[in-house]
């Protein structure tokens, strides 16, 4: 198996919001440069196909104006107490209706990921349609890869579909990574929609977490004990 | 706020079966030196107020020599099937006869820093004594630190706590744990022991990754992107 030694250089990835930063760190990425490949525009673009006539509902909503209609609606459903926020539970729900059900385990992931640092457990119009963008570039990628159009993709593919956007990742660590879909036992070598996504978030979510600090990408870095506990942390109990 | 600089040099931390490795690395982790206020000797200690006459049922159970016969018996009585081995909901069951009840997510972690790497799963008898064993041990510093027995400590008190055996954390961390267990909004700053273990739990296992990479103890590790996620992503991954 040949050997991954650091990740791709130059990361065209799904985009998402910044993860909540819980200190304070000097950044230094450089914003990734822009490719025919590339997926690291911001995923609610404005003034698409929607008249700007609409803006003022499109204010009243919290939605910025040029959001698609189907993701206000989903998020209007959900919101059924028009509190102006969704939670866990309900973004399930307004997700299963655009696309197919995830597990709340995804739920939380996203959650974590697109939520307002300062919000506990809910995620408001912008982070909403922002998921909901960043969603549509991660089915467009598993499609890509689901060549055969089962719904499922394998442990290569999964790797392929990975360094097509940019990660470069070692081979025990995909194993570990889909071996939580593995129901005991057996070997089980595809994945759906949902777990690709799951598998995909976390890479994402740590790797961008890992080039903060490497900012010349030398695929190393010199973490003190107190950032590295600030990095990971997060994930492990946003997450559950 | 004084600022934690680094985790304390000598780890005194109740003790856990060594994380499972998913890839191999060097140690180079010295043992900790036993100290009047050590925990770090194995937690099924062998022969103590145990006949050893009874080696024989304790060898065809699976169990050391020595253990305890309320292990024996949670165990058994949770391995229904008498398959040798228990799952997350029986290992639920089992701990709630001799402490609390355990939240899945605690149990889930458990189970993953206490299991056969090679199991998918589940614990057999030595992985539940043993598991047994460290719950005494976190279950003793809690009580130590809840001073008024109310059954709930502090944040300042889970610090102090964790101090005490060994874990210097950055109090923004800190923050960031306990932050799981405020359900919206408020703030919420006591513990109950699950979730006092769920914490010094992931506290205890991410700094022993940690620490195998600063054998020094010199409070700063250099890490390639590889080991990084090697590092983190069990943590993810397994307690989900």
Not at 20 to 37: D, R, V
Not at 62 to 70: A, E, L, M, V
Not at 93 to 105: K, M
């Amino acid at each position: 198996m040949a050997s991954f030694g650091r990740y791709g250089s130059q990361s065209y990835a799904p985009s998402a919001p910044s993860l909540p930063e819980e200190q304070s760190y000097g950044s230094g990425i450089p914003p990734p440069p822009a490719t025919a490949n590339s997926y690291a525009h911001q995923p609610h673009s404005h003034g698409h196909g929607i008249g700007y006539g609409q803006d003022c509902s499109y204010e009243r909503s919290g939605f910025s104006p040029g959001t698609h209609p189907d993701v206000i609606r989903s998020f209007q459903m959900a919101d059924s107490d028009r509190s102006g926020f969704i939670d866990e539970n309900e973004l399930q729900q307004a997700l299963s209706s655009g696309y197919q059900r995830f597990s709340l385990g995804t739920i939380r992931l996203l959650m974590f990921l697109f939520k307002n640092p300062n919000e506990h457990f809910r995620i408001g119009p912008k982070e909403f349609a922002a998921l909901w963008g960043c969603l549509g570039q991660w089915r467009a990628i598993f499609e890509r890869f689901d060549k055969d159009r089962s719904g499922k993709i394998s442990l290569t593919e999964l790797r392929d579909a990975l360094y097509s956007i940019g990660y470069v990742i070692p081979q025990p660590v995909l194993q570990l990574l889909i071996s939580k879909y593995d129901n005991g036992g057996g070997q089980r070598d595809e994945l759906n929609f949902d777990s690709f996504l799951e598998c995909g978030m976390i890479v994402k979510g740590l790797t961008e977490k890992f080039k903060e600090k490497d900012p010349r990408y030398a695929g190393t870095a010199t973490l003190s004990y107190d950032t590295f506990m600030s990095m990971v942390i997060p994930f492990i109990v946003s997450y559950n």
